[in-house]
């Protein structure tokens, strides 16, 4: 494990007291990841805030005269940990994608003469950006803090929901000076400003907006700025001349001229340095209007100081990770509780605090009954993040839904998400698996109203324009000469369209459940039997020749081969082992998965991962793949699902700042390791089913809310002690592959009797393996 | 007069009696003002309404890689009468003014094969434009109609306040296509538009908008489009690269895909043919949102047909214009209605059928008790305009003056309206004329918050960076060296500082009179005395030399020379005839004026005027010097007043094309020629005083509201029998050089006995002579 200058601090952090050893907080780890492929960020934000206010080391425009720049991808959260300098401090970041974008409202505190550019990593003096090292570096949940060395300025960072607060101490008698650079961005290119306008309302208070065209095709940022102090002299650098013959050439824009438009401003604020009293700033957003981020400041901050919020923010994030309690060692709980508020970070509020929000129309709405939420990486969080919400925040997980439903009556295409962030729709990904996060919820008992809900969900897997979905309703499957991903695509419409299916059955609609039962064996139509592989078809009906099953691009895959994704039929195990040719050859098959050597040449296809995410063939840092080492449970050898499930969690989860060895896909990866943990994983999300691996901790409990806990026991458990001897449920003998959620959700205690080897006679008989569709 | 084809056209329709003939629309010609200087649109509007709906013949971009294009200024209401090509109907339009925006919202009917650029006018077959012949135009109040010679298409067109109503009748058999081009506007350039934005709803709903950065910095355009048949088949083209790589390239956007966006974005729609029944579309605008538009739409068109839509603009133009009966020949009934027309054109009103607008701050309000409007070019309408307003549509004035202490409200800068329209200020001209407007508002008793006016006039009046404000404060005027057009702008803040130096002596609060009484006078401190004319002045209190009278540029001055200027102190006539050396001296100032000869040279410095927009030196084409024709009033040969003033009327406003000598101003010169055909005119505005001229017409009556009238009578008037000999008010003899406001405000008769040549004697005496601050 590598334990560098920032766990050390981190460490010691937490050693000195500064906050209570019981507190989970202390247990959280804002660092990991924030290298290589992670893509978190290490900033502060509260619980599902819209704003994480966080240290950019870099934004590589994604492109430099129409040239794609490969390294945008590396600043996806705009933090590299590796960086030597920090641009500054932005207000919005996505937390462990794959795609990068936000990166809004940048400010930067510094001293002496101005630069109105940022200036490169390799020459930082060329431009505003400051050296800094990570040993004044300290980030917990809520706060980060760090030194920007060029300036010798000393930053402080926390946030509320909708308001991010700024505290820089600068050295004494310096001149306080700030930067407000509305043309940064992450995923920017000359263009991404669509537009941005800045009014001093008055010494201390700053209002505008910016219009960008990033990967959010429009994204409309409104702000309010509180200062702690008066401005004492300010002005405005406009980096393209205004091709309007206005007459704003008036004017002195250099010279308190309160207000400013334009594509590419760069503000300078200047304070007096009031014996050096440290500057605390307030940037409060909103996607609606100015008066709506003012509303926002000042529900969430007036008359708070900077260290009350940063308290407040603290104890939001306690009162989070407190649904969870466990025991085990620091490392481990440090992997847990990260895990834990990596799974709360995204989805993101997304309305002012008087319930008026942007819609995917563009057009202001009033919430009426839910909080609405934005940043929904649907391909990745329908496996396990949303089934996590289901179980241990079902409030938040309604109004998650609620929010899916608006965005479908919303959508001009009477859709829900697929990848939508800041009221846009980025079509990102495939699949339409908002439907398994409606089946879900539904099954789960969440208060949404089901004909709705069933609504949305069949018109959503019927859009014959989208990704293949004609070719697919008409064919049975996507072929690959139509679309470069249709195998993997007929795979995740069969399982969504069993959610359609199964949710139609439980309301009464027989004629819906019906026509989607047959949907939801598609994936059929692409196995090929004479290989007992998923094999890219082409739309004559004939499978692609020659292929390849361990390459993805070309072969009708899309982040997962077909050693992988062959294995996508969380729905139909079952049908799935006859696919491939019966119990043996399925257990061969996963254990050649796991062992076999995937070589260099396509790892190199893999997307999003480090060589640590590949174990074997199996390869964990992306998403298809999650649910693979619990189909054991369907098999002869349930037990290599304890083996394995662990080797994972040990190997690609680790206290360190590279420690995840994949992008964390707004919680995914975490959601993963959080349900893993607890001894069980969602295989087939809509199913009232959770898999039964093996606890991580000795001992887990788990607030289900109401007063209902959740009590996992594993004595001895241990890397060594990682099989299941036998399980009771409520004291009495459980003898099942799975554990239904009725039988946990008015709360229980799940024991499991740990060994060092495998109980083989632990075997399932038919009536206790868990569900698939054909029988 | 040039009698030319639509003259024609126009008067046969009067004839063939297809609107009665004593309908006041019968006596408007669109036409008028539609070739060189007047720059007012031939097209569809209702009173004030927001949407005119009007062919565009060309517009030039007003630069081009660059470089400006000084034809732009040429279009700036889009249409010039000598153009042979139409390039289709846009939805806003400016109405005479010297600068150029909007053309928002293009639809061009066409045929066959599609054509996505506009085409250049000297080949027309390049792009979709189409040539026409103005043998198939027609025009009324509420109703334009053209043929489209290239694709056989009869276009008509009319509006509701908030909608632009298309009936295309396209040739039998044909297959009806329409293009929506969201690239196109006047004062156009490569960037122009910041975003655009569309989706088909369903197949007769389309919605979307667009955010331009022209000469309003931002202004958002939202649409809602009713089809009155299905939509058969669409697609856009994006002319520009989408930058960003989301993954909207999984479409095809040429096939029925329901959105849109980009900033260079061009769709076609085509319809079934219908045995080739007309195409009728409803273009609703609003400035909030696309369902603001929606509700425009609803709102002001459901379930109307095109010929219903059209029959009620022209009943609100003739319940509007009928708020004036004349009698007189048709050649100046027609002049005088058509300038009637012109005055009800701009302000337009801007807000949703709901009360909510975007505001200066751009953010979205609720109006609370009036209706908000836009497009105030107040430096040429505090003058007679508003004035007109004042006298003859006080409910519609009271809405303006609270829309413009609305944007006061909202305004940054604590400032009154200078040049804004759709929410924004564009600082265009000079002073702060929007004071003149409250002050004559609440002179003349509109319900208007008195404190609250006062303190908007007070802040307006002290924004130091604006325009030499800081200057004019600080020396008593604004000098050349640090403002070019000084001269003028302390001239004009002079009379500014007296309205509100008035406005506060009435309300009582003496500080404020008293401070600008002192500011009012400050136009002496340009006037060399050696001279007698106002000259430029430096900073250093010297007089620039050399000077040139008759130049405008570099002198000081904007818009016109000294000669004109001089004469700009309405508020002190008395001092400013001191400053001229005396009665003898100003008048035969005045004469010379008048009948001098204006060198070309000289000429060529004045803009926006035609040549004969020129009478001697007078320039009436522009206007600094329309009050100037009543000066005489003062003086010892009142009797030229009647002269001068029948003269410009009957040179400067003629039933034709070119009738129009520069621009109608939003209807500033139309309003001085209601003023002056009614017989007396505004010239110090927030006075109580009209300074009486002669009529125009040998009976008028005036609307005045709940039921009061002022009829003006001058039985046998002429341009021979042009001199007053008498004046009666309400039958008694009447003596005063001016009438009071509220000698005529509860009704009133006003009796002009007509002569052939002056009455010298009727002179008056001090107490009978108009106002002056100086006594």
Redesign the interface.
């Known amino acids: 494990m590598q334990f560098n200058k920032i766990v050390l601090t981190f460490s010691l952090y937490i050693l000195c007291g500064m906050v209570s050893g019981q507190e989970k907080t202390s247990y959280v780890n804002p660092m990991i990841g924030t290298v290589k492929m992670g893509h978190t960020f290490p900033g502060a934000c509260v619980p599902h805030g819209i704003v994480q206010l966080s240290p950019d080391t870099d934004t590589i425009p ?2 430099i005269n129409g040239v ?1 720049q490969k390294d945008t991808y590396k600043y996806c959260a705009g933090y590299q940990h590796d960086d030597k300098t920090i641009v500054g401090f932005s207000h919005t970041h996505l937390s462990g994608t794959g795609h990068s974008d936000l990166g809004d409202i940048l400010i930067v505190p510094v001293t002496g003469s101005l630069k109105f550019n940022p200036g490169t990593a390799d020459k930082p003096d060329s431009g505003y950006r400051s050296r800094y090292s990570h040993d004044t570096e300290k980030a917990r949940p809520g706060y980060y803090e760090v030194v920007l060395d060029d300036y010798k300025v000393k930053a402080q960072l926390t946030a509320t929901e909708r308001v991010g607060v700024h505290k820089y101490t600068y050295p004494e008698g310096e001149v306080q000076k700030i930067l407000l650079d509305l043309t940064h961005g992450i ?1 920017n ?1 000359d ?2 400003v ?2 941005a ?1 800045l ?3 008055n010494d201390t208070l700053i ?1 505008g ?1 910016r ?1 960008t ?3 959010a ?2 994204n409309y940022t409104y702000f309010a700025i509180s200062l702690s102090k008066p401005i004492k002299k300010y002005g405005y650098v406009d980096k393209e001349k205004p ?6 050439r ?3 824009l250099q ?5 400013i ?1 334009g594509r590419k401003i760069v503000t300078h604020l200047e304070f007096d340095n009031n014996a050096s009293a440290p500057l605390v700033i307030k940037v409060a957003l909103s996607a609606v ?3 709506g981020a003012i509303k926002n400041l000042e529900a969430e901050t007036k008359g708070k100081s900077f260290d009350q919020i940063a308290a407040e923010a603290t104890a939001k994030w306690n009162k989070e990770l407190n649904v969870v309690d466990i025991t085990g060692d620091i490392d481990k709980k440090t992997m847990f509780y990260t895990s834990l508020y990596h799974t709360m970070i995204n989805p993101s509020v997304y309305m002012d605090v008087d319930g008026q929000y942007r819609g995917i ?4 709405h009033q919430v009426e009954g839910f909080t609405n939420y934005t940043i929904f990486s649907v391909w990745d969080t329908f496996r396990a993040l949303h089934p996590l919400f289901n179980l241990i925040n079902r409030e938040r997980s309604t109004d998650i839904v609620k929010s899916m439903i608006a965005h479908y009556e919303q959508s ?2 009477k859709a829900l998400p697929v ?1 939508s962030h800041m009221g846009n729709e ?3 990904m495939i699949g339409y698996h908002s439907v398994s996060v409606l089946a879900d919820a539904l099954d789960k008992g969440l208060n949404i109203d089901k004909d709705k809900a069933l609504e949305a969900m069949i018109s959503s897997s019927n859009l014959d ?3 293949g979905t004609g070719y697919y309703k008409k064919l049975g499957y996507v072929p690959v000469d139509k679309n470069g991903s249709g195998s993997s695509i007929t795979l995740e419409y069969s399982y969504d369209d069993w959610t359609i299916y199964n949710t139609a059955k439980k309301i009464g609609n027989q004629t819906v459940a019906d026509a989607y039962q047959k949907r939801a064996l598609s994936y059929r139509n692409v196995f090929d039997h004479q290989i007992g592989f998923v094999r890219a078809r082409l739309s004559n009906g004939e499978w692609k020749t020659p292929y390849n099953l361990l390459s993805t691009h070309g072969e009708g895959f899309i982040e997962g081969n077909s050693w992988n994704y062959s294995f996508f039929v969380p729905h139909d195990v079952k049908g799935l082992i006859k696919e491939m040719g019966g119990d043996k050859q399925f257990v061969q098959r996963l254990d050649s998965l796991f062992t076999m050597h995937l070589p260099d040449e396509f790892f190199a296809e893999t997307e999003d991962v480090t060589r640590e995410g590949v174990m074997g063939n199996y390869v964990h840092g992306n998403e298809p793949s999650h649910h693979i080492a619990y189909l054991y449970a369907w098999t002869s050898q349930p037990w290599k699902t304890q083996y394995w499930v662990r080797e994972i969690m040990n190997r690609m989860y680790r206290n360190s700042i590279d420690g995840l060895c994949g992008n964390d896909d707004c919680g995914q990866m975490s959601a993963w390791y959080i349900f893993s943990a607890m001894g069980f994983y969602p295989v087939c999300p809509g199913t009232n089913q959770y898999i039964l691996g093996a606890p991580y901790f000795p001992y887990m409990k788990v607030n289900l809310g109401e007063g209902r806990y959740l009590e996992i026991k594993a004595d001895k458990v241990s890397d060594k002690m990682r099989y299941v001897k036998s399980v009771k449920l409520n004291g009495k003998p459980y003898t099942k592959a799975y554990i239904n959620y009725d039988d946990i959700k008015n709360g229980a205690e799940l024991t499991f009797e740990m060994s060092s080897t495998p109980n083989k006679k632990r075997l399932f008989n038919e009536d206790e393996k868990p569900y698939s569709l054909s029988k």
Chains 1, 2 share one sequence.
């Open positions: 994604h492109s794609y995923y290119y263009g991404k669509l537009w306008s009014r001093v309302e209002t907006y219009i065209n990033g990967w095709r429009e091709k309007y013959s206005g007459f704003w008036k004017f002195d010279n308190n001229f309160p207000e438009a209007s100015t008066q129309d563009h057009n202001i001009v295409h990848w980025n079509w990102c324009y989208y990704d």
